[in-house]
Every structure is written in C-alpha cells, then in structure tokens.
C-alpha cells in the first residue's frame, strides 16, 4: 500500500469518528482546519489532514506522497557523477548496483536524470559508468538521452565512446523536436561543428543502423568515426534534411527564428571537412 492510500484511508477513518460524535475527532478538526463547515465532507478531512502535515491544500499532500523519495545511495551517486568523482561512483555502485539507471533530481537541476545524465560532460565517469549503465536511458523533462547533453556541449570523445557502448546516435523525440544532430547544431542557438561532423558521417548508413538496432553497431560506428564530411554550406533546409529534425517537424522552427539566423551567419565561417 502506498503512502498516499494510506492518507485516504486515515482521511476516511477521521470522518467515520465525526459521525460517530468522537470529540476527540472534532477537537483535532477544529485545530488543523478552524474553518471546516459544520457537517464536513470527506474532501473537508483530506483539506485538514494536508494542513495538518504543513501543506496547503490535498493537491500538495498528495503531490508530496506521489513523488519518490530518493534513496541515500542514489543521491550520493547522482551527486558523485555530477561532480566528476568517478572513485566515487565506482565505490557506491559497489554496494548499490541496482540504482546504476535510477533517476533522481539534485539540487539546481530540473528533470530527473540518471547518473550518466549528471556525469556525462566526466570522462572518467562515463567510462566507470558504461561498464555497467544503459546509455538509452531518457531522462524526465527533456526526453533525453545522455549523449543528447554531450553533443549540445560539444563533447566529441564522449559522444563516441557513448556510440561505442550503443548509445543512439539519432536519438529523436525529444521535446525540443531536435534529435542529437539537432542538440549539437540548433539548440540554444549552438554550432558544434565537428560532433555534427561525426554525427552527419554515420547518417550515410542510417538504414543499416536501424536494422542493427544499435546493439550491434559498434563496428559500424568505428568505421566511420573519423569519416570527413563538409559541412560549410548546410542551409535550414539541409539540416533538415540531415535529420535535425524531421520534415514533419519542420514548422516547428518557426518558433525559434534564432536557431536558423545563427546557421545562416555561421556557416560560411566553418572549416571544411
């Protein structure tokens, strides 16, 4: 039984002892919700049971008793990975390597995400983490893979060795409507040239992936890791057509005018392949 069936059923049980005329009952309604009517409902004790708890209404009570509370273990390995501490990570995972792919939230961050989420800009981490994490693992609030963060920083030597360990390259769906090419060129108005070179390289045998599925990718995606491709003359269209995002998401851009002012500008200025 949940915590919130729980605070339904001691909701119930409080009103049951009203009716029965427990003055006990009414004294303790009286203190919690002093404006409760006469003859209160059973959203009238879920009213005074969430004040009583400090909240201020049920919605919040029931908000509270819906969202897990992460364990000890998980934020101390989320903090770990955040950090860069991979003898951290490793020496958690040790005693806890069931919470490797848990998501939970730190401080200053929006979204729960998993360790290789907060690590992923850590080398070392990552390394520690992908002897034993899932890479395609989204995160709550972007719909993100780990190696979507990765790309949108630049990150090339991590967003290969995400591949390596069949992470997904393309990586759509998430909210932004911007796949991971998508994250390295558009998003907040970036262009990490040489992860959408790379990125771009592997679109040459997409078919090929789709079918492998990923999981057994990894020759593929070594044989074009260094595989030179120009960029230099991409237009909005191109990336479209690239799989920044989909034709069908096309229209999307339109609410983000500055993603493509920047591919304009700064195209004619990229090194060629």
Request: aromatic fraction near 6%; hydrophobic fraction near 40%; proline fraction near 6%.
């Amino acid at each position: 039984m949940t915590s919130l069936d729980n605070l339904r059923k001691t909701a119930k049980r409080w009103l049951k002892a009203l009716r029965g005329g427990d003055r006990a009952a009414f004294e303790r309604l009286r203190r919690a919700y002093p404006g409760a009517p006469a003859s209160p409902s059973l959203r009238d004790l879920q009213h005074a049971l969430a004040r009583e708890r400090g909240f201020d209404n049920w919605t919040a009570l029931k908000a509270s008793a819906e969202t897990p509370t992460p364990r000890a273990g998980l934020s101390a390995l989320l903090a770990a990975a955040d950090r860069g501490d991979a003898a951290a990570v490793a020496a958690i995972l040790d005693k806890e390597p069931e919470i490797v792919n848990e998501r939970g939230l730190l401080p200053g961050h929006t979204g729960l995400r998993t360790a290789l989420h907060f690590g992923v800009h850590h080398e070392a981490v990552v390394r520690e983490l992908l002897s034993r994490a899932d890479p395609s693992i989204r995160d709550e609030g972007d719909n993100a893979y780990p190696i979507h963060f990765a790309a949108e920083r630049g990150e090339l030597p991590i967003v290969k060795l995400l591949i390596e360990h069949s992470a997904d390259p393309i990586g759509a769906g998430t909210t932004h409507l911007l796949d991971v090419l998508g994250w390295a060129v558009c998003f907040n108005n970036i262009m990490q040239v040489e992860v959408a070179r790379y990125l771009s390289s592997m679109e040459r045998d997409t078919r090929y992936c789709r079918r492998s599925r990923w999981a057994t990718s990894m020759p593929f995606s070594r044989r074009h890791a260094t595989a030179p491709i120009s960029i230099s003359g991409w237009t909005p269209r191109t990336i479209v057509r690239r799989r920044c995002i989909s034709p069908s998401q096309e229209a999307a851009t339109n609410r983000s005018p500055r993603c493509w002012t920047s591919v304009r500008t700064r195209t004619s200025r990229m090194p060629q392949g």
